[in-house]
């Protein structure tokens, strides 16, 4: 036994020990205690947001781009409530976090006698929302069950795990035992196993690969690439995949599920290898597209298997295990011949690009400004608005692992807080956030959470006066009628300038290129406000995704 700690001392041993440095998080009177052995302890960057929706985000998309685990620390009660928003997404996004919440004294906890930030069912909150919940009762357990929700946050598939600890808990002087965990069972499977997949594969003439956030959060864009060029297969990536493969790469097809020309090509192949893939029903325009027989299924999570759409070989694993299996296997066997439709492969990779950049009109020069001047490996970050949704998630080219940060969940107003989780997460390089006016608002505060920081991201803020995407709808299907999309705008400039941030209004494409140059060269806090009116509407415009116009309307 070692001497006596508090509690909230024994969360920092247990952060340190697998090598968390950074917090995030909001300061209350139901967790100074963790904030006080944070100061006393020194070594962590404790980062203050503003909003603990905010927080969460940023812990999330600091996980999603250093393959660290996300810490975020919140109050009980209202803290709690704001952070859950946030917390679906994390476990929409799939990487690892662990969510610390303070609770009432111990004593209170669930009798609703109305103690200060008292919540009706906290508990039961957390534990719907997060992959698991934890609450201590004793606060002798406490070391044991941050050990716990630590490997489970981490453990394939990753995702959002809570604690609740009372305030009464944290400060407690307790021994801490000596924890002996049995380690990481491996998830490579023998070669007997994986036999009669790699028949199949071998068999393959028309091979599709869909690489999915499962993929990027097993470190193995090596083995995928690999495997692609093994076998001159064709690639499919899901929006948090993005970058699994260099998009340069003409197999690479990318980002495009959802369009006719790509479903009936998967509908055409005779193999489809997915790996870490959900298959969300707004990726797969609500699983209307056809897979071949053939589905050979790679994922951490057994639930995945048969899930969206069926396999005829289901391998439980970790994906980089996994895959430099196959093929080492693969390459034991006898040289396969150059696939015949490589180059139909490639006419599609164009194809599909030419037919987003048909649609843009004036935007053409805004999406040519980015892609010349942002940096190869720069970590890009889209918000819920027309162009993230419309030609940013599919035109601006990514070529690393881990430079993608979506809202995978759908919510907007999280580009902002992702960016600068993103940014702490990866100091060196640049963050280029895309976000609407609509959206920017719902987490404007914390602007000042990121000249706090430091942060240099550039935000390319598309400000169109409104909800655009939902105005569209409502264009499209309501005869015109619009109701709450129509905003207030005010000067995003000064208020941008306010909170510190260098601030330009651009109305061309012209003033936009000359601008964004300058943003990504300055290292700096900059927010380009884009007058999307000015500029005019895109050539086609987007009207929602697919079969939307069957709900939204008396039926």
Known sequence: MT????????LLKELERIGVDTVFGIISIHNIPFYDALERHGGFHVVTARHEGAAVNMADAYSRVSGKLGVALTSTGTGAGTAAGAIIESWNGGAPLLHITGNVVSAFVDTGRGYIHDCKDQFGMLKSISKKAHRVHRAEQAPAIFRLAIAEAMAAPPGPVSIEV?????ASLIDVPSIVAPSAVSQGRSDAELAPA?????????PVIWAGSGAMFSDSSAEVTALMELLDAAVITSQSGRGIVPETDSRCIGHFATFPALKNFVEKADLLISIGVRFR???TSNWSLKPPAEHIGIDADPAAINRNFPHSIGIVGDAKAVLSSLTRLIQAKASRPKLDYREEVSMLHRALRKEVRDTMGPWEGVLDAIQEFMPDDAILVRDVTVPATTWGSRLIVRRHPRTTLHASGGGIGQGLPMAIGAQIGAPSKTVVALCGDG?????????AAALQENTPIVIVLFDDGGYGVLR???NAHFEGRTIGVD????DFVALARAFGFNSERVASAQDFRRTFSAAVKARAPWMIVVDSNSIGPMKKIFAGPDGGAALYKPH
């Open 198 to 206: 790699v028949e199949r594969i071998l068999a393959a003439a028309r």
């Open 166 to 170: 009372p305030i009464d808990f944290q």
């Open 472 to 474: 569209n709808i409502q």
């Open 487 to 490: 905003l207030y705008r005010p």
């Open 3 to 10: 001497n006596k700690i508090t509690v909230a001392d024994a």
């Open 439 to 447: 959206g920017l608002l719902v987490n404007v505060g914390e602007l």
């Open 281 to 283: 029903g707004n990726e």
